[in-house]
């Protein structure tokens, strides 16, 4: 959960206005302060280590033997010595329960007690509260390193960890490793915690919900402090709304006709995405009842933005004002007059985006408006539609330092003028590669043709939850690599952002929210929503003066902090652990004392779903090892335009996407050899000389040549120095393969994984490849991998269901469902008794392991105890008799 020490007491939102800016400023210094002294670190050893989240549940029925389990629960008292087991079937006349038991922090505080008894144990567990009071958080003791026989230490500690958890929980608790509480915040049960606690917005001043009590969240100060401060920013509770799933007698859906299929499909709502982060896009009249959806290459459009070229025309307006360019805007309606900005006649690149109707967003973060307030004048003239994000440097307007003062240039003009082509060519400005606008009001679908409905985003019945507990209440599996030094850091971060929304889609794993069933399989749009922290007008693009006075928040408040940036990251810490990434880069931590370890730069991989069992989670675990030291040995390059890799996390959350989406991906990913096309380009800027002090050159630098490149002015093969992997792989943008939008292509999840055509390898014989280079196949440990890549291999193939599937397959099969996408706490209980038996080893699903068979997790495995050799107290005559018992024995077998 990021950083948990506490100062002092957490302020309010209020409160704590006035000390943002120099927070914020700290953090930077902070940074800055890391970054110089450790920047240059090198050598440091592969090491890396998992978190694994689990949620512990109270099972039982109404009875009286429920109550005796509750009220152990509730005080935390231990079981009766020799109490029987909880039975598995419990009987049919009881109405079966399913609660979060909010002992996270009594079981967390027992376990890490028990491992302070053990810390001289080679292997242990580390155990840390998470934002749920039913909720705790894993990790192994020390990290794993970089051989091949420590990847099968990843399974033996998590079996380690389930077991130690299984010792500490009580009669009638379990902890399946489960996304979701499915029930929670659900209305139609009436009890969702043990013990009980009120769901009253009046009587719940932290989240104000209407759906959880403020009882749920661990008492550790941070949870709460933020949850009240999101809320707060906003003006308003947070609003999270994920497309209900339509089943036969779902209520919602009476009277709506079916959705329209997207293009290419027959199944109803095949291939439908979630907007999410967009609830503004709903017609208010729906209220927080509906959601948007559509087609993904619609979404990609919403979501991602449509990056078109536009050129400044600032002066062809002969009636208009006599100005020279515009200046750029940090947001919609806020100058910013001291950045250089875009002269009339230069050519940016960005996108309209619905939230900011007639602003155009760069590339570079900048806002630019397309016309003047009156709409009379225009400013921006779209002269290329549908543009990729690029890194060949065709254009640099809207990088990170555009030059946007164009000199007279004929080659810039015959340029510009060869992409101005006719309307009846690309659409002009109203082409149909705008962003899909949402239906007018009504909840009817429009009923034009088809293809026109298909361009539609379709508000359909959503389900709503309004509270950060629905998002930090997921659990999910995460793994934190160390890096040799930086610069490698950094590019196995780049490499696994690509990564991230397909290993999502892969360990698909929630399907079920507030005992509903979803129509997406995904937890991460939840969380996104759960803390998403802007205002209405911040949403909308309505802005006002800031109401923090410049006096009270930049000066008066400094003196409040008494914080050495040279040895403290709290500040900066405070700030990175607050911003949910799929990918999150670690600079090294200052030591706070001379016997701290030394840690290096990390990168943390975190969209991945939380699997059924420990072999699953191992799996993906190893899997993503694998292919970091694969991308870094041969030296492959995943980068995608960060457009496209936004579409494909989109496109991830849909229902079943593992085997019926395509996701953006590269297709090529070895280094170019002699005879690529694009092998020998030569990239050079569209306006060479756009500035009086610019010279034509490469757009990425001094580009060293690619290793076995031709010289420019010999046939021999140039042997720079320059050309070495690390330096190669910093030039690795602008080696594209040609134009870059033909440098990917769509890819279902199989392909991406085993491989298309004779271009594209696939990552798992990549990984096969590196294990024989480094002659792992040759080793016993090969035997367990290959059941790991195998296991995923089906698991893309879709020979085996990711467990959103199989849950909701599990619930659409029930006995008691009533095809109506409700999950009754009776389904709910027997679902999550289920996951935690094949957790446990105790039931097998050939649907989502096929042959592989989990050895049983027993609690006599969590600890191994030393040999007695001292009289236990009150077992004196126990161990008499026992004595007696061999010594007759014995004396048996000698007659």
């Avoid at 007491?9 to 409160?15: E, F, N, T």
């Avoid at 909720?135 to 020390?142: G, L």
């Avoid at 709290?570 to 840690?599: A, G, L, M, V």
Wanted: a negative charge; one cysteine or more; charged letters at 25%.
């Amino acid at each position: 959960m990021g950083l948990l020490s506490v100062a002092g007491p957490p302020k309010s939102w209020g409160a704590s206005k006035g000390d943002l800016r120099v927070i914020r400023d700290a953090g930077v210094e902070q940074f800055i302060s890391t970054f110089r002294r450790v920047k240059d670190l090198t050598g440091d050893e592969f090491f890396f280590g998992d978190e694994v989240e689990y949620g512990i549940f109270t099972v039982g029925t109404t009875g009286a033997a429920a109550s005796s389990t509750v009220a152990s629960a509730a005080s935390g008292a231990a079981a009766p010595t020799g109490a029987p087991p909880p039975p598995k079937t419990l009987p049919k006349t009881l109405p079966k329960t399913l609660r979060m038991s909010l002992r996270g922090a009594a079981v967390m505080e027992l376990l890490n007690q028990s491992e302070a008894r053990h810390v001289a144990r080679s292997e242990g567990c580390s155990w840390v509260p998470e934002y749920g009071g039913w909720m705790i958080e894993s990790t192994p003791s020390r990290p794993y390193a970089g051989y091949a026989d420590d990847l099968l230490r990843v399974e033996r500690s998590m079996r380690l960890r389930r077991a130690r958890l299984l010792k500490a929980l009580l009669p009638g608790e379990i902890a399946p490793t489960v996304s979701t509480y499915p029930l929670l915040g659900a209305k139609h049960v009436e009890q969702q915690t043990e013990p009980a606690s009120v769901v009253d917005p009046g009587k719940n001043p932290v989240t104000e919900s209407s759906y959880v009590s403020d009882a749920i969240i661990n008492p550790h100060p941070r949870f709460a402090t933020l949850t009240r401060n999101i809320r707060d920013r906003r003006g308003k509770k947070v609003d999270i709304r994920v497309p209900l799933f339509r089943d036969a007698n779902t209520p919602e859906f009476e009277g709506l006709p079916p959705m329209p299929p997207c293009a290419g499909k027959q199944e109803e709502g095949a291939c439908k995405v979630w907007a999410y982060g967009k609830p503004h896009l709903v017609p208010e009249h729906l209220g927080n009842a509906f959601v948007m959806t559509g087609c993904s290459d619609d979404l990609d459009d919403l979501g991602a933005a449509v990056l078109s070229k536009w050129r400044v025309t600032v002066k062809e307006n002969t009636d208009g004002p006599n100005i020279d360019g515009l200046f750029y805007r940090s947001s919609p309606g806020v100058v910013v007059a001291d950045a250089d900005w875009p002269r009339d006649g230069a050519v940016v690149v960005g996108a309209e985006v619905q939230e900011h109707p007639g602003w155009i967003r760069l590339q570079n973060g900048y806002y630019l408006p397309r016309a003047s307030e009156d709409g009379k004048v225009q400013y921006l003239k779209r002269i290329m539609n549908r543009v990729n994000s690029t890194n060949d440097g065709l254009n640099r307007y809207g990088s990170p330092s555009p030059r946007l003062i164009p000199a007279p240039s004929p080659k810039a003009d015959a340029a510009l003028a060869s992409m101005s082509l006719e309307a009846s060519t690309f659409g002009g400005d109203d082409d149909d590669d705008e962003p899909c606008l949402p239906p007018s009001p009504g909840v009817a679908y429009p009923a034009e043709d088809p293809a026109a409905e298909a361009a539609f985003l379709h508000p359909v019945p959503a389900i709503h939850m309004d509270a950060m507990a629905f998002g930090m209440g997921c659990c999910c599996l995460q793994i934190t690599f160390q890096a040799e030094d930086m610069d490698e850091s950094r590019f196995m971060y780049d490499q696994l952002a690509v990564l991230a929304p397909v290993m999502m889609a892969l360990t698909a794993a929630t399907p079920i929210l507030r005992g509903r069933i979803a129509d997406t399989d995904c937890r991460w749009g939840i969380i996104a929503e759960s803390v998403d922290d802007r205002t209405q007008a911040e949403l909308t693009g309505q802005f006002e003066e800031g109401e923090v006075d410049e006096e009270m928040a930049g000066k008066g408040v400094r003196r409040m902090f008494k914080v050495d940036n040279e040895k403290e990251t709290d500040h900066f810490e405070s700030i990175q652990s607050t911003n949910w990434q799929s990918c999150r880069w670690k600079p090294p931590p200052p030591r706070k004392t001379t016997n701290d370890p030394h840690i290096g730069w990390r990168t943390e991989f975190r969209s991945m779903e939380l699997q059924l069992t420990d072999f699953e989670n191992s799996a993906f675990t190893v899997f993503i090892v694998l292919a970091t030291r694969a991308m870094l040995l041969f030296d492959l390059n995943m980068y995608l335009p960060l457009s496209r890799v936004d579409a494909n996390m989109q496109r991830a959350h849909s229902r079943e996407a593992a085997t019926k989406s395509k996701f953006f991906f590269r297709r090529h990913l070895a280094p170019l050899e002699v005879g690529d096309p694009g092998y020998d380009k030569v990239y050079e800027p569209v306006h060479s000389s756009s500035s009086p002090e610019s010279k034509p050159s490469d757009p990425c630098g001094e580009v060293p040549p690619l290793p076995g490149a031709l010289s420019a002015d010999s046939t021999s093969t140039a042997t720079s120095a320059a050309s070495s992997g690390a330096e190669f792989r910093k030039r690795l943008p602008c080696a594209t393969g040609g134009a870059e939008e033909n440098s990917y292509e769509e890819m279902t999840v199989a392909e991406i994984m085993n491989g298309k055509g004779d271009y594209f390898p696939g990552l798992l014989p990549l990984i096969y490849g590196y294990l024989e280079v480094t002659e792992v196949t040759s080793s016993d440990t090969f035997k367990r991998l290959d059941e790991y890549l195998q296991f995923i291999k089906k698991r893309s193939t879709g020979e085996l269901l990711t467990p959103a599937t199989w849950m909701r397959k599990f619930v659409r099969n029930h006995e008691g469902y009533k095809g109506d996408s409700v999950v009754t706490e009776e389904i709910a209980h027997d679902l999550m008794v289920a996951c935690s038996d094949i957790g446990l080893g105790k039931r097998h699903e050939p649907e989502l392991l096929g042959d592989m068979k989990i050895e049983e997790i027993r609690t006599q495995d969590a600890y191994v105890e030393k040999l007695a050799s001292k009289v236990a107290v009150g077992a004196t005559e126990g161990q008499k008799e026992l004595l007696r018992k061999y010594m007759r024995r014995a004396s048996s077998e000698a007659t």
